[in-house]
């Protein structure tokens, strides 16, 4: 039996995750661990809440005795680090809690882990999850991130992820602590909080509200579906290489204009309005301070090393992640009327 700490399992990614994870490896006992910030709702996890391998457990990453307490009281083996603010316009109006949560909440982790299991690293390890955008923004010329590209962030969500990024490698050096790190493209699919583009612009559309694209809308992003970004973390997870960094991406960048008369033509078929009609709700708008231009991940080495690849065409995942989201209407005015957090607010009181 493996005890494995997954951190900000209630969010979008860390839900995929931790399903995953509990229907996979029923020999784990997995302990998910979250502050349930705005960003994290447990109705993301109600089909695996009862699972006997599951546990959920309220806290900060950023307390360090409460981390110590936990690691003492499940014994600890392994950790998948995901939990963090992870939203670039908020880390503009508010950067020290990005600071605070992504650095100060990662080294809390990394010193514990250190700390519990030093005398002997074997069977132990720290997986921290990473974002293709501590390598900065790439000209519109066919190039990609690979994993030598020099970091360069320029948000303040991208400076903190770098940073973290930093302390787990300086782990590795100064302690030879065993990590494994991958940066990822945007993700996309059901459960994402809807401040994201892809979620936001379907229930805008749904709702007949404006479309806000930041300055013409030519930024482009390199999307995969949440499913195979968990999949590629449980394969890293266990077959990849300790010290090591994997790209995790589908080749498949999309501008954004684009991508939105994508959504727009889809949410349209099925809603059973004349498609392209919704093209009105398009509304440019001042364009986010810093914007990076264009992200594209290599994810040649983990396909090499590791067999992975997307299991999805985008043209498809978009279809699953609108239906999902227009059958799911519950969830997300839940979210979005702040509904959620009342409910589980009380019952961690
Ligand atoms: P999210 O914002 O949906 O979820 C973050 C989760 O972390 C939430 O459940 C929140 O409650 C929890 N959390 C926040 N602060 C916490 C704290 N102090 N202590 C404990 N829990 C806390 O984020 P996401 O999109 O699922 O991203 C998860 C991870 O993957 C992040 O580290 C992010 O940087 C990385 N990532 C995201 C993407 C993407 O496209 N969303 C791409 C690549 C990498
Ligand atoms: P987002 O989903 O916030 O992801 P990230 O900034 O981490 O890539 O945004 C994706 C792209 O969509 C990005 O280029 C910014 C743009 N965008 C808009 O044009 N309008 C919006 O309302 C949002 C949220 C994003």
């Not at 996890?45 to 307390?63: A, E, H, M, T, W």
């Amino acid at each position: 039996m493996k005890n494995i700490l997954i951190t900000g399992g209630a969010g979008f990614i860390g839900s995929h995750l931790v399903r995953l994870m509990v229907n996979k490896y029923p020999q784990y006992n997995i302990i998910n661990l979250d502050k349930l910030t705005y960003a994290g709702n447990l109705a993301n996890l109600k089909d695996v809440q009862y699972s006997p391998n599951y546990r959920f457990v309220k806290g900060d990453i950023c307390d360090f005795i409460f981390i110590q307490k936990l690691f003492a009281e499940y014994n600890i083996d392994g950790v998948i680090h995901l939990a963090a603010e992870s939203h670039v316009d908020r880390s503009i109006k508010d950067p020290f809690s990005f600071a605070q949560t992504n650095v100060m909440g990662t080294l809390s982790l990394l010193q514990t882990a250190r700390l519990f299991w030093e005398g002997s690293f074997e069977g132990k390890l720290f997986y921290h999850v990473s974002t293709d955008e501590v390598y900065g923004s790439l000209k519109d010329d066919g190039t990609f991130f690979l994993e030598t590209t020099k970091y360069d962030p320029h948000s303040p969500y991208s400076a903190s992820k770098a940073s973290s990024d930093h302390f787990v490698r300086a782990f590795y050096d100064t302690y030879g602590f065993p990590v494994k790190i991958s940066n990822c493209s945007n993700n996309y699919g059901s459960y994402q909080f809807p401040e994201k583009l892809i979620p936001l612009f379907i229930n805008n559309i749904r709702n007949n509200k404006p479309l806000p694209v930041y300055g013409k809308g030519e930024n482009v992003r390199d999307w995969l579906y949440v499913e195979d970004h968990a999949s590629a973390i449980d394969l890293i997870f266990h077959k990849g290489r300790k010290g090591e960094t994997y790209n995790i991406g589908g080749f498949n960048e999309w501008k954004n204009i684009d991508l939105i008369k994508l959504m727009i033509k889809v949410v349209d078929k099925f809603l059973g309005r004349p498609e392209g009609s919704s093209e009105s709700l398009i509304t440019y708008v001042t364009d986010r301070a810093g914007h990076d231009l264009r992200y594209a991940i290599d994810s040649t080495k983990l396909h090499n090393e590791l067999g992975w690849s997307p299991s999805l065409q985008f043209e498809e995942g978009i279809e699953r992640t609108v239906r999902w989201y227009l059958e799911n209407q519950e969830w997300l005015d839940n979210v979005t009327s702040g509904d959620y957090q009342r409910y589980y607010d009380e019952m961690y009181k």
